[in-house]
């Protein structure tokens, strides 16, 4: 399906803000339980990058990189133009890329209309397993004190898979209670 000038937009900015906002409510709820510089054992925007990239596909993971940019360029990294144009397109491509190896290697409808807990905690072992790696494998790279070692991609890892899991309990929760309320 392609996706209008205005769709795309809109994918990209609704991607951009609520993941923007996300990081820095996770940021302030989970702030005890930073374990090094970008790995928390908890995080919630892993689960909404890949939500959002698996509704929004391309226009989500650009809007998600973008963003992850400028947290980066802004925030707690170094700002070193190159290592903060790896943190952000990793953050936005690898639940991009884990989006791609699903659809191309399930049974998985564009429109996620049969996307079944299997199918789901597959999306979510594969995008959390990418993100952590890639991620760790690149402040390996950049130099970056304390990071990238086995511990950080192992935390970094359980970080991403609880907030994904914690996330989407709470999407799925307030789901079900505007049900109740709009019977």
């Excluded at 690898?94 to 999306?123: E, G, H, Q, W």
């Amino acid at each position: 399906m392609n996706k209008t000038l205005s769709e795309w937009s809109i994918a990209f900015f609704v991607s951009a803000l609520t993941y923007g906002a996300l990081f820095y409510v996770n940021d302030w709820l989970t702030s005890n339980l930073s374990y090094g510089l970008g790995v928390n054992w908890i995080y919630l925007p892993a689960g909404l990058r890949l939500f959002l990239t698996l509704v929004f596909a391309l226009p989500g993971a650009i809007g998600i990189a973008v963003i992850s940019f400028l947290i980066c360029w802004f925030g707690y990294f170094p700002q070193d133009l190159i290592t903060c144009l790896g943190v952000g397109l990793i953050s936005g491509f690898a639940p991009y890329l884990a989006r791609l190896f699903v659809m191309t290697n399930v049974p998985l409808a564009s429109d996620l209309s049969n996307l079944s807990l299997p199918k789901l905690i597959l999306c979510i072992l594969i995008y959390a397993f990418l993100s952590s790696g890639l991620h760790q494998w690149w402040f390996a790279i950049r130099g970056l004190d304390r990071t990238g070692d086995l511990n950080h991609f192992l935390v970094m890892f359980i970080g991403d898979v609880f907030g994904t899991v914690l996330l989407i309990a709470a999407i799925k929760y307030g789901l079900d209670l505007l049900k109740k309320i709009n019977r």
